[in-house]
């Protein structure tokens, strides 16, 4: 199944992506889910999230704007998506940076989630080396990152995506490369979380492959980021470019400029 067909099969779908994503990311994010072709959810509190994740179908977790309550909601939906069958993905976003983040993402590192979703530097910390990353900005190229991230695939049995100017995705066994986007995404705030969410809705309609989900996925994003430079004059106007860029790829398109490699 190309790249393009799973970008298809995902709009056919339409699938219920469940988000627990923060504050500054809420917003993009529906907006990217919908332009892509899926439905978003933003569920956090823990007295609904896990009743919610068993009925979505893939839960993303997101830790941009974490606190003890919006934690509890996330282990309970990572707890019944795992129960449910659901696929569900990480985003340790600035793990590193505090010891409330540190433990969180251990706590839920611990939970098997099925796809990790993060830059370079959030890699590299997570796999247990220094990194050189500050808050939740990168400081390190993806090739850096690596061996980190074969190394969390392997321990956690799961697919780990390094995202950057090109990026990595790898199952520990099977690994891939995808260059594309633009230089002004990581001028606008929270299009790597909304990535996040867009792993999600690939995963959900393909829940038995998750690393081919995780490459589709990355690649859609690429190629859009792409599309829409070309038309941009800032990162204000890239902004709304990219969700055109986005609703308007189709999957022959896709499958002509999706730039995706095996390692």
């Known amino acids: 199944m190309t790249v393009g067909t799973r970008l298809a099969s995902m709009r056919k779908a339409a699938p219920l992506v469940h988000c627990i994503t923060n504050f500054v990311a809420m ?56 129960k449910a069958g659901k696929p569900w993905v990480f985003d340790p976003v600035a793990h590193y940076a505090t010891a409330f983040r540190r433990a969180a993402t251990a706590d839920l590192m611990a939970l098997s989630p099925t796809i990790v979703r993060a ?38 049995d799961t697919v780990v995506a390094v995202t950057g100017v090109v990026d990595f995705v ?40 998750p690393f081919d989900a995780t490459v589709a996925a990355l690649a859609t994003f690429a190629v859009a980021g792409e599309r829409a430079a070309q038309r941009a004059a800032g990162p204000g106007s890239f902004s709304w470019h990219f969700l055109d860029a986005l609703a308007a790829l189709d999957a022959a398109a896709l499958d002509l400029e999706a730039r995706a490699a095996a390692v």
Do not use: Y
Request: proline share 2%; with cysteine.
């Open 119 to 156: 830059n370079a530097s959030e890699i590299i910390a997570l796999a247990g080396r220094v990194s050189s990353g500050k808050g939740v900005d990168s400081q390190d190229a993806v090739e850096e990152a690596e061996e980190s991230a074969l190394e969390l695939a392997r321990r956690h």
């Open 27 to 82: 917003n993009v994010a529906a907006n990217v889910l919908l332009a892509a072709g899926a439905s978003p959810a933003m569920v956090h509190a823990n007295e609904e999230a896990g009743e919610f994740a068993a009925i979505a179908g893939a839960l993303t977790i997101n830790i941009g704007t974490l606190s003890t309550d919006w934690l509890a909601g996330m282990r309970s939906a990572a707890i019944a998506a795992t």
């Open 170 to 209: 790898t199952d520990g066994r099977r690994s891939t490369r995808i260059a594309g986007g633009s230089a002004l995404m990581p001028q606008v705030t929270a299009l790597g979380c909304s990535l996040t969410c867009l792993v999600g809705a690939f995963a959900a309609t393909t829940p038995d492959a």
